[in-house]
């Protein structure tokens, strides 16, 4: 199984999608900083993921995403989850 995954910086608030064959190592490697696309924008939360039967699938999706089209999607696809985040962030001055 392959799997297309969106992770959203708490930092910035920006997404970073993408693909691989085990997601739980994957994600481990984000978390400890071990992925130079994310390091420096920490904490990384699972935003949202798909499996794929083939890799060919995943990375179609993954592109998918990346376009116009696809971050229209997922701002719709995750919309109350996105308000419910931002709500309870602090203001910081």
């Known amino acids: 199984m392959h799997y297309t995954y969106v992770l959203?910086?708490?930092r910035?608030?920006?997404f970073y999608i993408g693909t691989t064959n085990d997601l739980r190592k994957r994600?481990?490697?984000?978390?400890?900083g071990r992925v130079t696309s994310t390091a420096y924008r920490r904490p990384l939360r699972l935003a949202y993921?798909?499996?794929c039967h083939s890799v060919?699938?995943?990375?179609?999706?993954e592109r998918y995403l990346k376009s116009g089209r696809g971050g229209r999607?997922?701002?719709q696809?995750?919309?109350a989850w996105?308000?419910?985040?931002?709500?309870?962030?602090?203001?910081r001055h």
């Open 8 to 10: 959203s910086s708490e």
């Open 27 to 32: 994600l481990k490697q984000h978390v400890l």
């Open 73 to 75: 999607y997922l701002k």
């Open 77 to 79: 696809r995750l919309g």
């Open 12 to 14: 910035d608030g920006h």
């Open 49 to 51: 993921c798909e499996a």
């Open 82 to 91: 996105l308000s419910h985040i931002r709500e309870n962030k602090l203001e």
């Open 56 to 61: 060919d699938d995943a990375y179609r999706r």
